[in-house]
């Protein structure tokens, strides 16, 4: 089955600091990747999303992802984060059984002032 | 745009109970997920419907797990009997229709949280 590995469990940064977060995903063939956020005692939104095309991403509030297929990776990065940006943050893939979602463990983003 | 909702927001039972949880997804919806997130690691899907059938169940604990989706619109989860280790938050997505690949994002619900003591 298609998984994703998310390898910083816990980032704390200051703010205006430049923001990369990790993601691997397992498959070889075809994927379909995403970073989803959940800000502090919301729901999980969609920060952006890969099919095909341009490998670089770019979503919403300023952040961007880049898939590079050689590394199997899907990281997300901002280049200046603020103190809204505090929140968890989740890759996933889409599964190609029934178009569910594997997540990742997700990343606790701290980002002090 | 309504969103997905879920009721209620928080449970706390004792092991052993049984709850049930209902989910009412955007409407138009076609695909219905819930998903189980435990402390300290991502949603992990229980159950995937599309309108009122079952598209994949296969990591719904089926012994004290259950779900349906009458009529293909609202949908329930329910445990029976729980155990300490269901204690996590419930999510439920929508999504336009799981059938094809542009159509397929999630719109999730704030989720119900579970304290199983």
């Known amino acids: 089955a298609q998984s994703v590995s998310q390898h910083n469990h816990h980032v704390i940064l200051s703010e205006a600091a430049s923001l990369e977060l990790g993601c691997n995903y397992s498959?070889?063939?075809?994927?379909?990747l995403f970073w989803y956020v959940q800000y502090p005692g919301q729901h999980l939104q969609l920060l952006l999303k890969?099919?095909?095309?341009?490998?670089l991403v770019k979503g919403i509030k300023g952040f961007e992802a880049e898939f590079i297929k050689s590394k199997f990776s899907f990281n997300l990065r901002k280049p200046s984060v603020q103190w809204s940006d505090t929140a968890e943050y989740f890759c996933?893939?889409?599964?190609?059984?029934?178009?569910?979602?594997?997540f990742g463990k997700g990343t606790s983003l701290l980002v002090t002032p | 745009e309504a969103g997905v909702a879920q009721s209620p927001r928080y449970k706390i039972i004792e092991k052993r109970q049984s709850v049930a949880f209902w989910c009412n997804p955007i409407?138009?919806?076609?695909?219905l997920y819930w998903y189980q997130q435990i402390l300290g690691q991502g949603p992990k899907l229980l159950i995937q419907?599309?309108?009122?059938?079952?598209?994949?169940d296969s990591q719904l604990p089926k012994d004290r797990f259950s779900a349906e989706r009458l009529k293909g619109v609202d949908s329930t989860l329910k445990i029976q009997p729980a155990k300490l280790e269901d204690s996590a938050v419930y999510l439920c997505?929508?999504?336009?229709?799981?059938?094809?690949?542009?159509?397929?994002?999630?719109?999730f619900g704030p989720g119900t949280r579970l304290t199983v003591t």
């Open positions: 997505a929508s999504s336009l229709d799981g059938s094809g690949v542009f159509s397929y994002e999630q719109y």
């Open positions: 498959y070889g063939g075809t994927v379909n």
């Open positions: 890969y099919f095909s095309g341009d490998p």
């Open positions: 996933a893939v889409l599964s190609n059984s029934g178009y569910a979602l594997n």
């Open positions: 409407s138009g919806h076609a695909t």
């Open positions: 419907f599309q309108n009122n059938g079952v598209v994949d």
